[in-house]
Nanobody, 118 residues
């Protein structure tokens, strides 16, 4: 089992920045791919970014150039640096984990609210 705890959400003005953190506990963190998803009110949860155990990163088109995902295996933590935030980025952001080579995100955090005011 892997437990995930997100932090760093809050209220920010459009154009501002936030850094989300996701602390993982349980098994060997370096063996897990990590991801960030978000869910806005009335919408489905959608992929934002992922970083694989080997370090490869992937982004949704809507956040490319604005968001950066990174990980610190020594701290069992994954980060999402969010710059140039827009009101449409308002959502609950979730951290996800899966063992490398798995196709499904099996572990989820409770989410952290990000609100971007115009």
């Amino acid at each position: 089992q892997v437990q995930l705890v997100e932090s760093g959400g809050g209220l920010v003005q459009a154009g501002g920045s936030l850094r989300l953190s996701c602390a993982a506990s349980g098994r060997t963190f370096s063996n897990y791919d990590m991801g960030w998803y978000r869910q806005a009110p009335g919408k489905e949860r959608e992929f934002q970014a992922s970083i694989w155990s080997g370090g490869s990163t992937y982004y949704a088109d809507s956040v490319k150039g604005r968001f950066t995902i990174s990980r610190d295996n020594a701290k069992n933590t994954v980060y999402l640096q969010m710059n140039s935030l827009k009101p449409e980025d308002t959502a609950v952001y979730y951290c996800a984990a899966r063992l490398k080579y798995d196709s499904k995100w099996n572990y989820w955090g409770q989410g952290t609210q990000v609100t971007v005011s115009s």
